[in-house]
């Protein structure tokens, strides 16, 4: 039935700061949109949308994936420092594999990326999280 995953929409308040995250993580710009209106209300189930829609897509995977970021400009959405805290019902972090972990992880510290803990080994894996802007967890693993 289910084929692979298609995208993963997150809501971000600085839509600059997220898409230069996503940019070092090797996802590139592909489409820039405005939704609003009627129909993607009642879609959304979010009365008066008007949201910058952002889609990235991640360079050469296959198959295609991307991070849709979506900018609500209505209504306002709230951010809380309490979602870094994964011990909490609901979407949890999204895991990105890498060739080199150790490699990944200087790349992104030396552009300014959180790095939350160390790198275990876990499940034939070498693995890490990182923190993004919006409190958003990605985890890096490498297969051993």
């Keep these: 039935m289910i084929k692979n995953p298609d995208h993963v929409t997150i809501a971000v308040t600085n839509l600059e700061k997220s898409q230069k995250f996503f940019e070092l993580l090797d996802f590139e ?4 949109d405005v939704i609003s209106g009627d129909k993607i209300s009642k879609y959304l189930e979010v009365p008066n949308v008007q949201a910058d829609h952002l889609t990235m897509v991640l360079k050469n995977a296959e198959p ?20 870094l805290n994964l011990a909490r019902p609901g979407y949890n972090h999204l895991c990105l594999r890498v060739d080199d972990i150790e490699f990944s992880v200087g790349y992104l510290k030396k552009n300014g990326v959180h790095v939350r803990g160390q790198i275990i080994e876990y499940l034939s894996r070498k693995l890490v999280y990182i923190e993004g802007p919006e409190y958003i967890t990605i985890e890096l693993a490498e297969w051993l």
């Design 29 to 32: 710009l592909e489409i820039t």
């Design 64 to 83: 295609r994936f991307e991070i849709q970021l979506l900018h609500f400009r209505t209504p306002r959405i709230f951010s809380d420092s309490n979602l």
